[in-house]
């Protein structure tokens, strides 16, 4: 063993004993808990999100609090440890140190998390989805599946999504990879058409598989989209996980015909009711030839996100992110490897979900390799690509900021039946980009008071 491993293994252990106290007793002893982590934190590593996470956990009539409490009534035990230790001991404390060691030692981003697609294929045709673009017949190996875990967890990466195509498609795949990696926090991106009994008690015989359900808001609009029935299917597969007591969230995608409901306060009480413990939003993005950019939101609605979802985060029990609405909290873009990457079913190693260009595969090349790659570095030496952290992406926010990156690395698009021109796309964004920026802006400047835009987003190329 080496000293690295023996040093980890002490420091799990420790953390693990601490969280088996924590068991004993939530109510009391999460400010104890609170306090030891960070002794135990010695690098920094969760400093930032503690100094957000205490106050609000040790007050016992917030919202948060609330929601650390239901998970010891609505979660299995053994589930709730489980994914305790893989995601805060492993894939944040213990990881994020050997993350931040091979960053400096490769001079390259080393990536939180990896997105990655078992499958092209899906059982849905949902309007303004991309996948059915990779072709519906690729899927990714469960050999090479396993090697990307295998790779990312000697970088230090230990949480791993799931996207595709529909990725339980292949559930039987990723069963044993939880299985055979059960120090590692697994979760996709479903439309929960295909969770039945049957896999629910895989789920809780596994213990580290989390579900993220995308759901468009109420019945009509999600039937509209994914199609009829799919919205009573979800619901079905809801009240299987509620009654297993196991976790799962939902993944919204807002649009121009859809933002006012999925924002709107009826609509998260509903979630919550049935079982929700976290949101994800994304905003809608015209990747594809065949895209829809009227269904892109518009600035006012964006505006009315960004507001809703930090109203709700201070006064209900669920845990909230937006994808691009909170990069104020991340610094801006996390793509690229800074904080996550997407491989695709083609085993192309693409820098964000919604950025369909690569100049690596992982059938060709390793992580480590495809890191330090011309795409990847281009990243790393332009994020973050705005001052304004409210326009964090070098796609929809800052026109031409992505054309050059493809243009400078020689990075192809991983698009197998209809490569897209990143001019195309690009151009696809631009009216959005500039009616946003002012907004953004102005709403950067009532937070933290100063004008933070900045001069190189603004160039159309």
Request: net charge negative; proline share 4%; charged share 25%.
């Amino acid at each position: 063993m080496t000293d690295r491993s023996m040093f980890e293994n002490l420091q799990s252990y420790g953390l693990k004993k601490a969280l088996a106290y924590l068991d004993a007793d939530p109510d009391n002893n999460i400010p104890k808990i609170l306090d030891w982590v960070k002794k135990f934190d010695k690098d920094g590593i969760v400093e930032r999100q503690m100094s957000v996470i205490e106050p609000v956990l040790k007050d016992k009539n917030n919202n948060w609090h609330k929601l650390a409490k239901s998970l010891y009534t609505d979660i299995d035990p053994g589930v709730r440890r489980r994914l305790f230790e893989n995601f805060l001991i492993n894939a944040t404390i213990l990881g994020g140190k050997r993350q931040r060691n091979a960053r400096a030692e490769n001079n390259c981003n080393v990536p939180w998390a990896i997105l990655m697609d078992p499958t092209s294929a899906c059982n849905l045709h949902c309007t303004g989805c991309w996948a059915a673009d990779y072709g519906n017949n690729m899927n990714m190996s469960y050999d090479t599946l396993d090697s990307i875990v295998e790779q990312g967890k000697e970088l230090g990466t230990y949480m791993y999504i799931y996207s595709g195509g529909e990725p339980l498609v292949r559930k039987d795949d990723i069963i044993k990879l939880c299985e055979k990696h059960d120090d590692c926090a697994f979760l996709a991106f479903t439309n929960a058409t295909l969770i039945d009994e049957k896999f629910a008690d895989e789920m809780l015989r596994v213990k580290n598989f989390v579900p993220a359900i995308s759901v468009e808001g109420f019945e009509e609009a999600t039937d509209s989209r994914r199609g009829e029935g799919t919205y009573k299917a979800v619901i079905k597969a809801m009240e299987i996980l509620k009654d297993k007591k196991l976790p799962f969230g939902i993944s919204c995608c807002y649009t121009s015909a859809n933002a006012e409901v999925i924002g709107s306060e009826e609509y998260f009480d509903d979630m919550i009711a049935k079982g929700a413990k976290f949101a994800w939003f994304f905003t809608y993005m015209p990747v594809g030839n065949d895209s829809a950019p009227e269904l892109l939101a518009r600035a006012d609605q964006r505006k009315y996100m960004y507001h809703q979802i930090r109203k709700f985060r201070s006064t209900k029990p669920i845990f909230t992110m937006d994808f691009w609405n909170d990069g104020e909290y991340v610094n801006g873009c996390i793509a690229g490897g800074r904080n996550y990457l997407h491989i695709n079913a083609n085993g192309d190693i693409e820098p964000c979900a919604f950025i369909h260009y690569s100049d690596s595969n992982i059938h060709e090349n390793t992580l480590l390799e495809a890191y330090k790659k011309p795409l990847f570095m281009q990243y790393r030496e332009n994020q973050p690509f705005n001052e304004n952290h409210l326009r964090p992406c070098p796609l929809l926010d800052n026109p031409g900021r992505l054309t050059s990156m493809i243009d400078d690395s020689g990075a192809k698009s991983t698009d197998m039946k209809d490569p897209e021109d990143v001019r195309d796309l690009s151009a696809k964004c631009y009216d959005v980009a500039k009616k946003w920026a002012p907004v953004a802006d102005e709403l950067w400047v009532e937070k933290h008071g100063c004008n933070a835009c900045s001069s190189n987003s603004n160039s159309a190329k």
